[in-house]
């Protein structure tokens, strides 16, 4: 059964000749129609996110004539963005992505109207951006930030529309706990920091977050017109490698922490906190606390005053086709999962510096040896990302 967002009004708004024209593939069905689409255009989307997920979501619903889209970023368009998050170009490079994406969904629409915010979503702003919207999009992918939308959402009694991707695996959701479960009755706590790689760490397959993105605005679009079953109470799994969609069925949890008629949480929490993770993946900017970090310039100084990787050892706890594509010299591989059975190898009598590729594998294989008894080690901030960047241009940054 189809389900409306039924504050809609399209009597609200008119459409012109030139929008009708644009709009008459959505105005011949009569499932859109006329009403449809002015309904599309008196809608509201707040999209948390303009990268992979948010790059389809952001071009097909400015192309569907959704006439107010929100767009949250605080990032600049980087160079390895462009594999998957088409909104941008190369054009765009080092511009703040909530311009970029601006900038062109308004060519692919300019009938519409794109409101940026160049800020993290966090609990000091989320509620007063999330009011002014009828539908929420996370496109971030973080954990972080998916309970901070599904808490925002359930409080404002606004549908989520959910997709995650890891690798070649998608998923996607309608959570809207006015009509079904929300993202908290399936998942009650986030996994254990460390145990879920991010995209930056275990990879993306390219294609995978449009297609991802493009189920969450086909949901989006569906609940707007109220055409359609949503994917309310039904978690959508894609392998893009077997090429095949499951589907699971949801339930609402009756003691949920957030949406349950009892609710322990009432307000937005720290989810960076709540999540032992940051909201977002520079990893660079990960510090494996006071004592322990170890900048590249100061590796550099050290390899000078040695005359190499001499009187410590260099581990890169990278995956061998990542040490492929760089090293830094004088490093030696140890895979992060084959970190504890090599451990007797590495003498805690020698200085050890960890390195990955930006910092955040190291810190836990740092945090590996600490708790194995080990003193003598340092992890070189921003890894061999940093390096590059800083040391050794002739180093490719991937
Ligand atoms: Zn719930």
Redesign the pocket.
Known sequence: MSIALEHIDPNSVELSHAEIKRYSRHLIMPEVGLGGQKKLKAASVLLVGTGGLGSPLAMYLAAAGVGRIGLVDYDIVDASNLQRQVVHGSSTVGKLKVESARDRILDLNPDITVETYNDLFTSANALDIAKNYDIIIDGTDNFPTRYLV?DVC?LLGKPNVYGSIFRFEGQASV?W?KHG??????FPEPPPPGLVPSCAEGGVFGVLPGTVGTIQATEAIKLIVGIGEPLVGRLLLYDALAMTIDEVKLR??PN?????PN?KITQLIDYEEFCGMPMHDHQDEVSAGAGWDMTVKELKAKMENSGGVKNFRLIDVREPHEWEIARIPGAELIPLGTLAAHMNELDSAEEIVLQCKTGGRSMRALELLRGAGFRKLKNLKGGITAWAREIDPSVPQY
């Open positions: 599904n359930v959570f706990a479960p929300c993202y908290r009755c399936l609402k949890n949920c922490l957030v949406c349950s609710p």
